[in-house]
């Protein structure tokens, strides 16, 4: 694999930035796989990565049906944090959070985690006592989180519009290790690391079917490149879990739903730390290109079209100009929708399934591009042992049954 290096940077500058290689292989599928991980988002490549990595297990496919990174992982809005409420999800998150601070060097690829700080906004007296619950949880559980009054918060972020707004600010809880990373760069990362390690990724294949064998135990997908034989199979298909699930047989406790983000004309730097507001429906903050990111809560109804409601973009729009009123002359430049698939709980699954041979990661809503490295990291364990990680053991297909749900619906931070 070429490494990035400054000696490598100033050597293509000389030949004028020709000489790059590839990232990545480009392969046809072989027969037969030890696992295949159907859908290359974060999580699905990062799945591959850490197999390969971490438990010597190469012969591994990841399979997309369109282009990698292509899913919500190059359509949301980067915000990283682990300020959630219960003992598990700090866990996971957390263990997520860990691995961003080391990933550009693990991977050799620059994927720019930035802690500039995540601050949630309290607007009522509910917020004030919600937000204080999670900032001691989160303390107990060794995840930094502070609480901030009204006055805190406007020195953590001048432009904030405290007073003279319909909810005004009463305080807020910021998390400085928080912040955003590139979105592509994390799928690029871990694609060019699995791909090293002779992972190969199928771009533009369709799985159509699931294979199961006499036992029950899966044999195999169907794809519209043909039949691929696999002793294991990884689901990691986000929005599209549902349907991926069905072809196997298993019914998922999901909902999808569109959630939609959008971007401004890029500006100079002007708000440097993300911004979050459950109650009036919107978040924000600035992108290394200069863009305003901004994002709403998920759209009422379910689909798979990966659009939503205009409605709900002018409404988070209103309250971006009421908390930012300096942005109100700003224009927007792109607006997008990706298919989130949400739990019962509002927690994923990263699991084992009924089927032998069959696992699952998924559900994770609004909030998965956070947990990318993490939740792949668990997965992974969970495939090559055929036993879940005991950080992933929680968050199992058995807990709608048994009823011991994570229930994180305001950690999720998003309105859904
Ligand atoms: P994806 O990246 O969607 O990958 C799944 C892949 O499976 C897709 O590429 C898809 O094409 C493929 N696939 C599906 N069906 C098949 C099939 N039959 N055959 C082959 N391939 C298939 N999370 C945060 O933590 N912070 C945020 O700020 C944030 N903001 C968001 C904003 C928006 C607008 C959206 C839509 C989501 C946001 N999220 C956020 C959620 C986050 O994007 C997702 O939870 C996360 O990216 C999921 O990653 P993934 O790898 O599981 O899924
Ligand atoms: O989970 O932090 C989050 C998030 C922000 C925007 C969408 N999801």
Not at 166 to 178: F, K, S, T, V, W
Not at 255 to 266: D, G, I, N, R, T
Request: charged share 20%.
């Amino acid at each position: 694999m070429q490494k990035f290096s400054g000696f490598a940077l100033l050597r293509n500058a000389l030949g004028g930035h020709q000489n790059w290689g590839h990232q990545w292989r480009n392969p046809a599928p072989k027969d037969e796989y030890d696992v295949v991980i159907v859908g290359a988002g974060g999580h699905g490549l990062g799945a591959a990565y850490y197999l390969a990595k971490e438990h010597g297990i190469t012969n591994v496919a990841v399979i997309e049906r369109g282009w990698l990174g292509g899913g919500n992982t190059g359509r949301n809005t980067t915000i990283i944090r682990s300020n959630y409420l219960f003992d598990e999800s700090a866990a996971l998150y957390e263990h997520s959070v860990k691995l961003w601070e080391g990933l550009s060097q693990d991977l050799n690829y620059n994927v720019m985690y930035s802690a500039r700080g995540v601050l949630m906004l309290a607007h009522n007296h509910h917020d004030v006592a919600s937000f204080k619950r999670h900032v001691h949880s989160n303390r107990l559980n060794g995840v930094d989180n502070e609480w901030l009054d009204a006055d805190g918060v406007k020195a953590f972020c001048p432009p904030l519009n405290i007073k003279s707004m319909r909810y005004p600010i009463l305080g807020g809880a910021l998390q400085r290790r928080g912040g955003t990373a590139r979105h592509d760069a994390v799928a690029w990362g871990f694609a060019r690391g699995a791909s090293d390690r002779g992972v190969d990724i199928i771009q533009n294949c369709e799985v159509t079917g699931i294979r199961r064998g006499a036992n029950g135990a899966v044999e195999g997908v169907e794809t519209s490149r043909g039949f691929i034989r696999a002793k294991k199979i990884g689901v990691s298909a986000a929005g599209h879990t549902s349907v991926v699930m069905s072809m196997a047989g298993v019914r998922m406790p999901l909902e999808s739903y569109p959630l939609q983000a959008l971007v401004s004309e890029p500006v100079k730097p002007a708000f440097d730390s993300v911004v979050m507001s459950n109650t009036i429906h919107a978040y924000i903050s600035q992108s290394d290109k200069g863009e305003m990111v901004i994002g709403a809560g998920t759209d009422a109804y379910t689909s798979y079209s990966q659009r939503g409601g205009l409605h709900i973009t002018t409404h988070t729009l209103d309250a971006i100009c009421e908390l930012v009123p300096q942005f109100r002359r700003l224009r927007m430049l792109r607006n997008w929708g990706g298919i989130v698939d949400v739990t019962p709980d509002r927690s994923p699954i990263i699991a084992k399934t009924p089927v032998p041979g069959l696992y699952v990661n998924c559900g994770w809503g609004t909030g998965g591009f956070k947990a990318t490295p993490g939740s792949a990291n668990v997965f992974a364990h969970t495939i090559a042992k055929d036993a879940p990680h005991p950080i992933n053991a929680p968050f199992s297909l058995e807990r709608f049954r048994d009823g011991f749900l994570i229930d994180e619906a305001a950690a999720a931070a998003v309105a859904h």
